[in-house]
């Protein structure tokens, strides 16, 4: 997602006034959800290359782990309706910043499978044997890694509007997304120095960014049906997460996209557990041909390919069906 060049240079402004004034230049947007998320535990786990990651557990100490892995950008911050929704059905959420992302240490050159090993050893740390775990939008080939690579730990995963490999002869990867996701992915194709600067731009933006400058700055990527999914806190709290994701620069972001075009380093026909996908062919972030592509390609997978729903409207407007359907498996 690139943020528009008219709220680029509007926080800009704001920027150049800040520094001036002898305050912060990058400004970290405080909403109820920041506040909820600062006050839950959140623990940085020392890896074993060094780097720390950071995450964030609430609900009932016995609970099995609910992992969710965030969008591109995103972090450790919860959606509110997803935690609660999580909690009552006894489970705990764990959340976590991917590598470069909020208080986690980058892994530069990393590639969507590396993310197995920081997720063993998330689960090492909490003692936990198993767990479920749901990916949405760019967390989606995340949630696929370890369901490929980790199907003695990962009792089932689901993926919500999640992402397709680049370059495959029978997906168009860019197909139907918005303008602004076209020239995101299409300064990717073209290496890091040239989506570099631009993420790193759009990342001070976004960082600093009100619920309505957000949704401005994504016109191109959002139908009706996902403006009307983020009135409330849904609106709210994906600014504090974005916010979160940004607050040390756009390193995470920046890798994010070149994994997403690079070999995933797995193979989805390898998964074995039970996958849940979730598409709504009103989606102009990740299209309606990624879902069926992943459909086709993992074996046994239940997908529901939707008519109307867009990329935000389904991760929050059917948050019980998702987990109903995913916490069946641990009965």
């Known amino acids: 997602m690139i943020i528009s060049a008219s709220l680029a240079a509007r926080v800009r ?20 959800c920041t506040v909820r998320a600062i006050l839950a535990p959140v623990t940085f ?16 100490e016995d609970g099995t782990p609910f992992v969710m892995h965030h969008g591109t950008p995103g972090s450790l911050v919860p959606f ?6 999580v909690h009552r059905r006894g489970l705990r959420l764990v959340t976590y910043s991917r590598a470069g992302y909020g208080g986690s240490t980058r892994k530069p050159g990393r590639v969507v499978a590396d993310i ?20 949405w939008s760019g967390g989606g080939p995340h949630a696929l890694a370890v369901a490929a690579l980790l199907p003695e730990r990962v009792t089932a995963a689901t993926v919500i509007a999640g992402v397709g490999p680049y370059g495959e002869p029978d997906l168009d990867f860019l197909a139907g ?16 120095d040239t989506l570099a600067p631009a993420l790193e731009e759009a990342s001070v933006a976004l960082g ?12 191109s990527l959002i139908p009706d049906v996902d403006l009307a999914a983020l009135k409330g806190d849904a609106g709210e709290d994906l600014v504090a997460n974005f916010a979160e994701a940004v607050r040390k620069g756009a390193a995470g972001w920046i890798d994010d996209d070149l994994a997403f075009i690079s070999p995933w380093g797995f193979d989805p026909a390898e998964i074995s557990i039970p996958t849940f996908l979730w598409q709504g062919d009103a989606d102009l972030m990740v299209p309606f041909a990624h ?7 993992i074996p046994g997978a239940t997908a529901h390919l ?16 998702v987990l109903d359907e995913l916490v069946a498996t641990l009965a």
Do not use: K
């Not at 197995?116 to 990916?135: I, K």
């Open 306 to 321: 939707l008519a109307g729903e867009g990329h935000i409207s389904l991760f929050v407007n059917r948050v019980d069906e």
């Open 13 to 32: 402004a704001r920027t150049v006034a800040s520094v001036r004034a002898g305050t912060a230049v990058r400004a970290h947007r405080w909403t109820p």
């Open 177 to 192: 997304m918005g303008q602004d996701n076209i020239e995101e992915f299409g300064a990717a194709l073209e290496g890091h």
């Open 45 to 60: 786990i020392e890896l074993s290359d060094g780097r720390l990651l950071d995450i964030r557990v609430s609900g009932p």
């Open 291 to 297: 879902g069926r592509w992943l459909t086709e390609r």
């Open 208 to 219: 600093g960014a009100s619920v309505a400058e957000m949704v401005e700055s994504m016109a």
């Open 80 to 85: 509110r309706s997803i935690e609660d929704a």
């Open 116 to 135: 197995a090993a920081d997720f063993a050893a998330l689960l090492d740390h909490l003692g936990a044997e198993r767990c479920v775990t749901l990916g």
